[in-house]
């Protein structure tokens, strides 16, 4: 099961992709969650106390390994082949409700015809894990799918965008369903977040007809929610929480997707 979550920032991907990894690893099964937010966060949202956060060093910031690994002693010249499985070994991090968790950092556009030796290092660490490896993975990612090179998107499972019921962030997965459907992404859709009135499920469901964009389901407004991350707490641990059980949801339907393909 490969997934991508997706959507404005701000909109909940990070609470919706660190719910869904816990909940799959609360089924038994072996989960990699992956941050591909320039910002990082997935870390909190997953039990780790913030000291420990903080000093994850994301893998496009670490320059001794991307040296390592396409240097070839040549000032501008690098390799373009090497080995990931050790990566994914020394740098992913087993977080308090046992999922693993990947913290790549920041990737140039690909338009931009970058050809930065992180970059490729990034590309082949998500090739690997997503292409070859059988754990679930999770990814929380920005509104662009940079981070996802042709080839690899192809055997992305899934990916879900997240939406509240504002224009602009409707506007936003809009672009992102574009790109992703351009990128081969086989399934996606669409996920309407902090809804506290049915005005809201409906604003979201009558954009997603008329875009033609599945919606997968909703997840409530919950207070619980922020005053946990007030707290600097996980709010995962709210197990009983509107949303956290809507999330666990969403988990189900994944789960039976998953066995049906
Ligand atoms: N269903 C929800 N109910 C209430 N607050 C939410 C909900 N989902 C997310 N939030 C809050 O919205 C803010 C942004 O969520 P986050 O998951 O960090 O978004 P993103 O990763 O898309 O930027 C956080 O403060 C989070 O606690
Ligand atoms: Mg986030």
Redesign the pocket.
Known sequence: MKIAVS???????????GGLAYSLVSRGIKTVAIDA?PSP?LAL?LGLPIEEARQILPISENKELIESKTGTGYAGVFRLSFTVDDIVRDFSVITPFGVNLIVMGTVQSMGSGCTCPANAVIRALLRHLIVERNEAIIM?MEAGIEHIGRGTAQHVDLMLI?ADANMKSLETAHSIYKLANQAGIRQIFLVG???RKSLEEKTIESFADKNSIKVLDF?????T??DA?MQGET?LRHKNSV?ICAIERICDKLVAMAKNN
Request: proline residues 7%; without cysteine.
């Open positions: 959507g404005k920032g701000g909109v909940g991907k990070t609470l919706i992709a937010d966060n949202t929380d997240v977040n902090k809804i997840v409530p407004y919950d207070q929610i922020l991350e709010p949303a």
